[in-house]
């Protein structure tokens, strides 16, 4: 895993929470176990998966390379870090497949919402789940958002 700035924790816990000071239609509050979801749940978070790891291993080479050219000039491992994160705060989670597979499947997550119960809160989908899998190094990329790359449009819907 490369070196990140943030705080996975933190990370973690500030994603699962931002979508709570939404307007009511959009607070889905309980956690929904993996176990407990649809099986179109299930599955499109199986094809999550594997295109979050996908993406991450292109952002980590994308960002290991930034790293290397910064301490080419000079820099030391954590001055180039700190600089990298200067420019991009998000670090390797700005990368453009990362936000990709991120707004994509909270979109399909939202779509499965309305086919199948138990509706499954969006960032319990992309958060809570990578942790309950253990996928430690899909979840130091994600938890550098320090937000969601979604938002709503003028009737409410995910955009």
Not at 2 to 20: C, F, I, W, Y
Not at 113 to 119: D, I, K, S
């Amino acid at each position: 895993m490369l070196p990140t700035l943030h705080n996975v924790d933190a990370g973690v816990k500030r994603l699962l929470s931002m979508p709570l000071d939404l307007p009511h239609r959009h607070q889905l509050r309980e956690r929904v176990e993996i176990g407990a979801a649809s099986v179109e749940h299930r599955q499109i978070f199986g094809e999550y998966c594997a295109e979050l790891t996908a993406a991450v291993a292109k952002a980590e080479e994308w960002w290991a390379g930034m790293l290397l050219k910064a301490e080419s000039r000079g820099a030391s491992t954590s001055q180039a870090v700190r600089g990298l994160y200067g420019i991009r705060p998000a670090g390797p989670a700005s990368h453009p497949s990362v936000v990709a597979v991120i707004r994509h499947y909270w979109l399909a997550c939202d779509e499965m919402n309305e086919l199948f119960h138990p509706r499954v809160p969006p960032q319990i989908f992309l958060i809570a789940w990578l942790v309950d899998r253990r996928m430690d190094r899909e979840l130091s990329v994600v938890t550098g958002m320090p937000y969601w790359p979604i938002g709503l449009d003028e009737n409410g819907n995910w955009v």
